[in-house]
């Protein structure tokens, strides 16, 4: 076995704490590598939503310091022909099933011009001695994760491997006068997040409107305590990307909106002074 050493971990799944799943996933690292540090980034994706997760990791994996190992199990196809893999940017590495989960952060990086090799996790060398038909988060992706922090080169787990599953893109459509996004996102607030970019949004001038369903919101708001509590407002979140919030409540259940609804934003059009007849 490699050396034991130090290396950042983080875990992604919609397992939840109930069920003591992530706890043993934890066990399985720490048993091939005492020395590794493991983050959750979150464990409360929906369950068996691959998009989601998606997102969550996309918003997170550049915070992490270098030559981190991102797994994330999410895998409604869990013992079928659905390929396990593994990734390796110039920064990190990615260990997760070829879902499309790993989808928007790939993206990301080839968008940045980032080299990446990727493999299909065939060598059972690398797994538990017996890998169970629904459980790849304890018996392939954990111990994967633990020998590459170990120093293993990913070259040993696998063939490498081109073409990946990916997901649709959400919705965006940029026009002179007109942005038309996604809720992508729905978090712990019930706050919405689309996939409207700030610069997106600097396209369209400084005054905008916002509209989600029947609700319409004027401008942006820079604090949550602009506002009254109760009001609905448009802001840039911490990733730079327009959201909508209600002050002290939940934007999801006061505007009945879920992942996937449109939001649109438009300029704010002055309205014309007609001339007085003579």
Known sequence: M?????????????????????????????????????????HDIPPQDIADAAHVLRRAYAYFPSGSIHVVVVDPGVGTERRPIAVKSA???????????????????????EEMRIVNLTNPAYWLPQVSNVFHGRDVFAP?????????????????????VTLPPPRLEIHP???????????????????????DLMLLGDSVTTKVGQTEISGLT????????????AYIDSSGHLAIAVVDGSAQQLLRTQVGDLVVVEAHQEPSIQPEAL
């Open 177 to 199: 006068a007109k942005i038309t996004g996604e809720v992508t996102h729905v978090d712990h607030f019930g706050n919405l997040l689309t996939n409207i970019s700030y610069s």
């Open 2 to 42: 490699a050396k034991a050493k130090r290396c950042l971990i983080t875990l992604t799944t919609d397992f939840g704490m109930e069920d003591g799943n992530v706890a043993v996933m934890k066990g399985v690292i720490l048993g091939l590598n005492p020395h590794a540090s493991i983050v959750d980034l979150s």
């Open 91 to 113: 920064h990190a590495f990615y260990v997760a099933p070829d879902n499309g989960v790993l989808s928007y952060v790939l993206e990301e990086l080839r968008n940045k011009g």
């Open 222 to 233: 820079i604090t949550f305590a602009e506002r009254q509590t109760g009001e609905p407002i």
């Open 144 to 164: 994967v994760a633990a020998h590459l922090s170990l120093g293993v080169e990913i070259e040993a787990l696998g063939p490498e491997i081109d073409e990946l």
